[in-house]
Each structure stands twice: as C-alpha cells, then as structure tokens.
C-alpha cells in the first residue's frame, strides 16, 4: 500500500518515507503484566501513593470545567512552585514531566554546532533528544569510581547536562555547591542543566545557583518523590531571561500540554509538605537497609542518593540475576551497556518488598 | 546577570543567548478574566459540558494508582478511538491535544527541503511550527471565495496541510471524497495531513483515504466536539507504517505525555455517543440560527460546517466590532492579517449566549 493508487505510477518519484526523521526508538522501561504478586521495581516509582489530600482534590474537580482549555502557562501550579522555592514566578518552567521540560531545552538551547557534553553514562534520554533534534554531542567518561570528572567540562561546547544525582549510578557529586558553580563559571558560553529528578532523596541542589547565573537550569520533576509519575508534572527553574526563551518555543510548538486535572492535582500534592518529607525519609531509610542487606549477599552498591539501588554482585553476572528476579516476578532494570552491563539498577520499594527481593536473592545465591 | 560572576571575564566568548532557537512566539487566545457576566466565543470551546459519565469516572479515579507511570501508548483509550472510527489500533496515535498530534507530525515527515504547502489563510500554527523546527513552507492563497484550490497542490513539495473545514474560514471544501484523493493522488512523494478538527460538525472527512494510501494523516481532537479542552486530547489516524514513524519521534521525545487522568476520562467521554451526537446537533443548530440574525443584521458569513461562524459586516469594520464586543464583556477573535481583517471568528455558545451576541450587536448598529 504505497500511495497505492494504479493512476498514480506516472507520478511516481521518490517516496515519502525518504524524508522522515529516522531515529533508533528509544524503549521505556518494560510495563510487567498486572498481576498481584508482581514487585515492580523497574521505574523509580515512589513506593507509597501520593498524599490524603490528592483524593479529595479529584472529588472537588468540577467536570463541566473540562469543556474550556487549561491555562497555557499551568496556573496557579506553576505560581505555587515558584513559591515552594522562593523563585519568582517568571522563574519556572512548568511542563508535562521532565522530559517534556529537558526536551525543550535541548530544543531551544542546543544550537551552536559545537558538541554538547554529558556523561557517558547518565540518563539514556540525552542522547536521544540530541539524535532526534539533530544536536552534535559527546559522551564524556566517569572515572573508574563512576564519578563525574568536573574539569573534563571545562572546554568548548554546545551545552552541558549533569544529572546529580546521577541515573543509573545514584551518585551525587559533592555537597558543596562550589562544585557545581566551577562547571557554571567555565562555560559562560552555553546553558548548563542540571538535572535533579532525585534530588529529594539526597545530595546537593545547584538551585542557588539560577539567581547568580542566567544560563542555568534545574529541572526537577514530581514523578519520583512526589508519588505522581501517572500525573507527568515536571518543571525548570532558572534565570526569568532563560525560563522566557524555553516558554517562546514551547508555546510555539503546543500552548497548553498540562491539563486541567494535572494541575488541580499538582497544587493538591504540593500542599502536603509533611507526608512528602515523610514518605520520602521512609524510602531513604528503607534504601540505606536494603543496601547493608544486599552488601551482606555479597553485593557491591554505590553511595546512591535517590530511591533506587545500582549495585553489583562480586561473583555472579547481573544479566542472570535480572532474568532470575523477572522469572520471580521481581522486576529491576538491567542495562546491558558497556562498564554498567554487571550492574542491577532497583528500585526502593515498600519495606516488605525489598524484603522480598532480598529473601529471593539469597535463596539463589 | 549575564553569567555574572567576576571572575569569569577572562571566559568570556560568544554568548550563550547567540545559540537560542528563536521564535517569533505564538500568542494564545485571550484569556479573559473569570467573571459572571462574560461570555467566551473566542477559543471555540464547546458550549455544553462533557457527558455526565465523565463525572462519574471522575469520582471513581484511584488516587493511590498515580503514583505509577501512565501507559506509554496512552492504552486503554487508543485502542478505544480505534474502534470508535473502524481502524486498528496501529493507525492511531494518541497525543496531547491535536497540536501535539500535528506538531510530531510536522517534525517527523518534513524533511525533505522541499516547501511545505498550505492555505494562505488556515490554522496559524502550521506557520509556527514550520518555523520552530525550521521546515521551509509556502503558503497558498485561497481563491477569492476563500476556497481552496486543489490544483495549487499538484506541484513538488515537502508536505501538504490542509484543515477541512478550513480555519478561521469556516469552509469545508467538498462533499464529495474525490476532492481529498486528488491532492492524494497527485503527492506520493509527500505526507498528506487533513486537519479535520473541526469535522464533526460538518463537512467531508477524508478518514477513508487512510486505509487506501499510506502516506495520509487525518488528525482529530477532543477539544471541540467532544467538550474536552481541557483534557488535551487529540488523535492521528493513518497506515501502520505512517503511525510507526510518528511514534517513534515521539517515544524520543516524551515517553509518557498522556496522563492517568486524560487516559480514564477520556474513555468516558468516547462512550456516550448519544450525549456527544445530541450536543452537537444543537451546536450546528445555534449556528444555522445565530447565521440568520448576523445576516439580517448586515453580515455576511461563510457556509460554516464547523462550531464558529466567520462573518464581516458589509459596512462597520471588524476592528471596531470586535473592541465594542470587548467592552461589553463578549470576547471574539478578531485576526488582524491580511485578507481577513474585516472578518470576525465568533465560536458557535449556547443560545442564550448567541441571543446576547446579537441583542448587543442590533444595539450599535
């Protein structure tokens, strides 16, 4: 069936499908069956859902509102970040997750020709906007402890993006902001993100650093510690000058992406600082447990700052270990790429559930 | 504040604000302030709410469940709209409002160098996005009757994006399917969109063509006929092959855009075709009605098939009307382009609300 019609072979010169973006499919993380007995711990979802008040703001949202649009900027969401940070409110970026926020800053920013640089092994995204939006990048290594090396971003570039912590390693760099303002103060030239979808779990924000420098930008999302992937809320915040450049081309591409629900609800998960801080000292506790418990298997884990584990074991390969877990019914993530492909990236669960991994695996091993 | 540290003057070489993707920035319709006594004829929202299912499936959304990423395919409401217009559930593709559907679309077919062609006067975004993702394009004029002449079509080109009916014309081009399949036939080379947001109201759809040619798009939306704005649905229906293509830009983009809620609701608002061909009717109803007063009161206004009425006055500028319109709290589009910038876009409210329209209108001319 190509433009199928017989009258049509006159016509014939080459096919539309010689001009279509060709990208290699980026594949999401695997969604097992729903079945009751399965322990997903395959996508750093937060364990416990999100706060009380969540239900009552869906039994307050008024239907008949549906009919009209939303507002194009996510008010009064966006306001309310702004002030949970005490940023102004022209300083945030409000998008549908923080991919959508991360994408349009590659899309806006990324256009000199010169490479931007990010690490070698960090959120596999990066390379995919680059390829899908035509942006030269390069890769640059971790050391041997997985770290980030900060003078390898001192040097010509088209961009930097730092994810601290970092994914899939958990490592976050330094606690002490002078780390990150080094990379800021070396590369007046080109916006430098940071991104921080598991800063709540631990590590150091850079977000001071946006009212100093005007090409910076922290991205941060509501999905991991704020129990709301299913809500896709993310947002930027940085200089107004840079936040209105990422709002021009965002409102040129789609002028309103956050519904009405997603923001009634945003605002509701916002208000409820005690269980957030609550529920995620839960799953740091529950993190630092499981990770003595796994070193006591015979694991080696890596000083993570998020709600997930990457560790490895001494003797036996990851990959048999990743198939043993799915064939239980446990699923984790196993990236079979180079220096990380011995490694199992788990996610923080419930207590129970880490329980369960941990019983599994040391049945096995 | 330009990276404003002191120490970094020695750094200092281009800019980072030289490499921004710059955008002549699309301004939304005007939101106007939420008080009792306006009325909103200016984004073509539906006059009517959503069906009362969609309350109901609102009372019933599990809090706990958003928590967990939505389906990446926006399942089980893909598959829904499949079988709502007699496709497979491969040919359709599920985005954020009919611009996230259109603005993939754009970025994943229009490659070639080649112009991009559409109507002079048509749904302003296509010139946006065309810009934003830096795909050249030629606009078409419409003949003097505001018709578009399929002819025009039949020439070398990059792409082709037609809306039927035509926005802010109102005008759909022909009852009669050949009309579509010409400019089909005539691009094998090239991906056909039909922008048919405004179909269910009237006109012809060019949906049977997508089972025929493999490089043809029809895109529909949630927001207009099925009381949805504020949800952000929209759909794309074409071959397998051409929705392929779509999806896997936009797994390279955003994995998860679809959230839980629009998922769910969404579902609701698709299984009540009773309410949804009812609402509707009463819609073209109000414009046929609502048509007779504006031209009795001296307008002149386009065979409209859609849930606006574009219309000019034979002697009082559309300028003036437009700002008297304003004062009285009746918010319209009025489009200062050429050609139509005498017209007025008046979406298609309840009675009582058309019956405002013209008492007001009567009064000052």
Chains 1, 2 share one sequence.
């Not at 507002?71 to 702004?82: K, Q, W």
């Not at 993100?193 to 590590?203: L, N, R, S």
């Not at 081309?249 to 916002?270: D, H, P, Q, W």
Request: charged share 25%; net charge negative; hydrophobic share 35%.
């Amino acid at each position: 069936m190509r433009n199928g019609d017989p009258d049509n072979k006159s016509l014939s010169g080459p096919s539309w499908e010689e001009n279509i973006r060709r990208v290699v499919p980026y594949v999401p993380g695997e969604q097992p069956p729903v079945k009751d007995n399965i322990i997903k711990l395959n996508t750093n979802e937060f364990p416990y859902p999100p706060g009380p008040g969540v239900q009552k703001a869906l039994q307050s949202l008024d239907a008949d509102k549906l009919r009209l649009y939303p507002h194009p900027d996510a008010e009064p969401l966006s306001s309310a970040i702004a002030d949970s940070l005490g940023v102004g409110r022209d300083q945030v970026f409000t998008g549908v997750g923080s991919d959508d926020v991360l994408s349009i800053a590659f899309l806006t920013f990324f256009n000199s020709g010169a490479p931007v640089l990010f690490p070698d092994i960090t959120y596999s995204f990066y390379e995919v906007w680059a390829d899908v939006y035509r942006i030269p990048f390069e890769k640059v290594p971790l050391d041997e402890g997985l770290h980030i090396v900060k003078e390898d971003y001192f040097r010509e570039n088209g961009g930097i993006v730092i994810a601290n912590p970092n994914a899939p390693t958990g490592i976050s760099e330094s606690e002490d902001i002078s780390w990150f303002e080094d990379i800021v103060r070396n590369n007046p030239s080109s916006v430098v993100i940071f991104d921080e979808a598991y800063v709540d779990f631990g590590g150091c924000s850079a977000l001071p650093l946006v009212n100093k420098y005007d090409n910076v930008l922290v991205v941060r999302t509501f999905s991991k510690s704020r129990a709301f992937a299913g809500m896709r809320i993310g947002f930027g915040v940085g200089s107004e000058k840079l936040i209105r450049y990422m709002k021009d081309v965002k409102f040129s591409i789609n002028s309103y992406t956050m519904n009405r629900a997603a923001i009634e609800l945003g605002l509701s998960v916002l208000s409820d600082e005690d269980y957030f801080r609550k529920t995620v000292a839960r799953v740091v506790s529950t993190r630092e447990r499981t990770k003595k418990e796994l070193e006591s298997l015979g694991f080696e884990t890596t000083d993570s700052k998020t709600n997930f584990i990457f560790c490895r074991h001494k003797t036996v390969p990851a990959a048999r270990l990743y198939e043993e877990l799915r064939q239980e019914g446990i699923y984790v993530r196993y990236f079979n790429r180079p220096r990380i492909d011995n490694y199992m990236r788990i996610t923080v669960g419930t207590d129970e559930e880490m329980e369960r991994l941990c019983q599994f695996l040391g049945s096995i091993l």
